[in-house]
């Protein structure tokens, strides 16, 4: 069971240090401190476990230091920010676990990036020393690169030369379209195993500066000063607590039969109203702590249950608790906790979205799939709702934007792409829907009677679990995203989907393939028929 | 060697009749005449033999009847319109064989949707039997779907409940982006391996009308006269002649070195300059020819060559006369022939994009990259151009606008990203560029002198191909489309590589794969690991 939950006295691999509004985060991995066996965590090279540790210094960051305004990356190892990931991890571990590998550092990176979209907050890469694949893939998920110019350290993407894959965690996209490098430079760049330093770096738009070794410290904090001094600090921050066992969140794996019953319980007692008394809530705050432990469970039934195909949506509670939190954080939207709460909410149902498993949505009396709960609805597969009239489906303004899909939009706008008028009718007088009114609607699937319910859904399940598991995630990676793509939904629907092709590709991971023969006496042979 | 060069005498599996203004291009697959051996294409199922008649058919109706207002798309066979690929081909063929299988219907699609958005030309399906799988991704390429009622007929993408692949030639991202289909419908819809029928068929967004039998062909020509009525008709024709030896078009392979060498040779001697002269010249003006031979050229480098990784791409000629041919085109644009001449040589270079091996492009002194030519250098992965003062490049009004890459984006547009007021340099007073102009604006990547010149180029291609083909596929394919995704990119990047990744998964095409052991007595067995 990989746990995914850490914190900084835990840490391993990262330290963190805060000084006022300015935080280091510094890479210090120890070769020995692996997830698995086989391998060594050289040059500050990363596995999965390290890269749990950068996202929970982010989250922390972003949570328990609002005052921060400047997050620098580092490495305390001479001569090297980062070497990427572990090639010998990589080697040896299955198909699946690269490609939930890649899609967590992926999300990490674009976590930073929303981080410092949305809060304000930036990032600088000092690099130290060379980064090289996924070192440098981190890098260029920070809004700044400055790299030093000492004869030697690099920035590099050597996937592609040295072992027959991509850079895969972004790596390619974020080249062209967030840093925009010319193509045919980027061509050259991701071909050139050495990578290139300083002056042709700069040139290239791969950094925004170099400083010799000398000055580098001092380049970085004068940068740092100036960008600290631009903005306002917020905070006090709130404490994230370890998650024991999950309040809201009930997980039930019926591994025979490959689906998970996952029920997610809406707010009960009292609920803070203010900032203040929600700052004093703290991440016990139901907004916070629900979705905290949705999160855990999703990322752990991504690694820990790979045969689990379906997850069965389930939501239990009062939609008017629900509608009245989400009426609190839309009051309070530019308090910097709400904020951050609502962007957290934000970044789980993307994860959702994002999750190579099926979800169905199960709607009965006493659920309560209303505002950000409605989400999850909106996020599955599929929806089942009872035709009874107790059950009911609500809207919220939380449902107009502050929830946005990887692609930019809303789900109920990617729901209804076709007939954007809807739009008007489930945010017009009436915001809440009884199954009658949710199918006209068009908010649900399929609304069953109450004698066909039990055969519809047992069926349903049965069917869904039969089919091919792979053909499913190319399906709903394909159904999922209509509508605009952004530079996220390009990493995650073309760059991931051509690295996962490449990874089961014998010129990777056959006997003869690079990734297979790197470091080793033999070398790579390739079959040269291009596909 | 696979031969995409036909004509309507020749065909064996479509008919093409053209009565005025309207022209029905029906479905008669003949079972026996398949590309290879090994399976039978029955039930008006397709291979790629079948795919290449159809791509001759729209692009005749094009040069050779502009007065077709209305293409509607039928079949000859009792109660079936087309059972989409065939399952048997697919099952028999290597992984490349099938991708570049679907590239090429996906191409033949968006050439069908590119006559209905530039020409006006509608495309109707007129299912008057089942569609299935590819059948049914064939009628979504159309304008309106009109499907028989019967109580059998149904329109169903049946590939991943019983074959654990994807409806890949455009179907899922047509479905939720052209359709926009609700995606809780879209998964059920692709699920079901019956499909839907009529009613619900239409309720549901995946046809426009269903009519009993009785009327079917009544309403469709009803429907096709409507169309019809509110068109202008252009005209007369030009005849596609056979394309023999190629005159504009120079290929040398390189098969131990796994390159080629492909010149095209500019226009020479008097070219037309108005629509009269242009139509006399017919399929002979070198605006046409030129790009019919490199069209040819790349399908056959596609499937032909598959161990060539890369092209060197170079133009021998006169810079000014080929900017006079584009100064003729610019200056007719709104003439139906120069409209169709611009049109195809925007889908050849889109073409070139989406090949899948490697483009350097050679710029030496008596080269003529200029105007739509310049777009081969911009199409191309890098360029090498000689420090000379006698080589230079040079822009029009055609790299302006007229041959949008796939994204929508010119391929100048797509390059100056980071800088867009490099596009008024580009088109400013001075439009032509030496060597050092042309480096210093970005236009080229390497600039070699004399000295270096020979030893640079033959390294670049020696280390090129030497890379893994599978890792440059990928890169090339992230690198080469920064920018805006449109419906057609889509297609290509996300939706393609999730089909190529599934094509090598062992669900799919290993011994227990359902591709594997469709129509066998065996019985497909999952992995069922999510990945």
Redesign the interface.
């Known amino acids: 069971m990989i746990n995914f939950q850490t914190s900084p006295d835990q840490y391993k691999h990262w330290k963190l240090d805060i000084a006022g509004p300015v935080a280091t985060l510094s890479m210090d991995v120890q070769e020995d401190e692996t997830l698995a066996e086989g391998y060594k965590l050289k040059l500050n090279s990363y596995d999965l476990g390290v890269d749990i540790e950068l996202a929970d210094a982010v989250q922390r960051i972003r949570f328990e230091h609002p005052e921060v305004m400047a997050v620098v990356v580092t490495s305390l190892k001479p001569r090297i920010f980062c070497a990427g990931a572990n090639i010998y991890m990589l080697g040896s571990s299955s ?2 676990f690269k ?2 590998f890649c899609k967590f550092t992926n999300e990490t990176r674009c976590a930073m990036e929303d981080d410092s979209r949305h809060s304000g907050r930036r990032y600088l890469a000092a690099l130290n020393g060379t980064a090289s694949g996924g070192g440098y893939e981190l890098a260029i998920a920070c809004d700044e690169i400055y790299l030093v110019d000492d004869g030697n350290s690099a920035v590099s993407l050597p ?3 040295l ?4 850079p895969g965690t972004g790596g ?2 974020r ?3 967030k ?10 760049f ?2 050139l195993a050495e990578g290139l330093k300083g002056k042709r770096a700069k040139e290239w ?1 791969l950094i925004d500066d170099y400083f010799p070794r000398s000055k580098f410290d001092d380049s970085i904090k004068t940068r740092v000063q100036q960008l600290v001094a631009q903005q306002t600090v917020a905070g006090p921050g709130i404490k994230l607590t370890p998650l024991h066992d999950y309040k809201y969140v009930k997980l039930e794996l019926n591994r025979e039969q ?1 689906y998970a019953d996952l029920t997610i319980v809406g707010p009960a007692g009292p609920q803070p109203t203010t900032p203040a008394e929600i700052q004093e809530f703290g991440d016990s705050y139901w907004a916070l702590q629900a979705y905290r432990e949705l999160d855990d469970v999703l990322l752990s039934l991504r690694v820990n249950e ?4 379906l997850v069965c949506l389930r939501t239990q509670g009062s939609i008017e608790s629900v509608l009245s939190v989400d009426q609190t954080l839309s009051a309070n939207r530019d308090h910097w906790l709400v904020r951050e709460i609502i962007l957290n909410m934000a970044r789980v149902l993307r994860r959702l979205d994002l999750t ?2 099926s979800f169905f949505a199960i709607v009965e009396p006493g659920s309560c799939f209303a505002g950000n709960l409605l989400e999850l609805l909106l996020a ?4 089942y709702m009872l035709m009874d009239s107790d059950a009911a489906l609500a809207a919220s303004e939380m449902n107009a934007g502050a929830l946005p899909m990887s692609n930019g939009l809303t789900r109920l706008q ?5 007939e954007p008028d809807k739009l008007d009718e489930v945010f017009g007088e009436k915001k809440s829907f009884d199954t009658e009114e949710a199918e006209e609607l ?1 908010l ?2 399929f609304a069953p009677d109450d004698l066909d319910w039990e055969d519809e859904i047992r069926v349903a399940i049965e ?3 039969s ?19 952004t530079m996220d ?2 990493i995650y ?3 991931t ?6 990874f ?2 014998p ?2 991971v056959g006997p003869e393939g ?1 990734l297979t023969n790197y470091g080793k006496p033999t070398q ?1 042979h ?6």
């Open positions: 198909h699946a490609v939930n996937e592609v030369p072992l027959g894959v991509l390619l996209t080249l062209v379209d840093r925009k490098v010319r193509r045919d430079r980027a061509d050259v991701s071909t738009g490959r790979p045969e689990i195909g190579a498993k599955s597969d599929r929806s990617s729901r209804f792409l076709a068009g649900i699937t069917e869904r679990t089919l091919s598991p792979d053909a499913l995630t190319g399906m709903e990676a394909s159904l999922r995203f209509a509508g605009p793509e939904t390009k629907g073309r760059l989907a051509w690295q996962n092709w490449i089961q590709r010129n990777a690079a790579a390739f079959d040269f028929k291009r596909t």
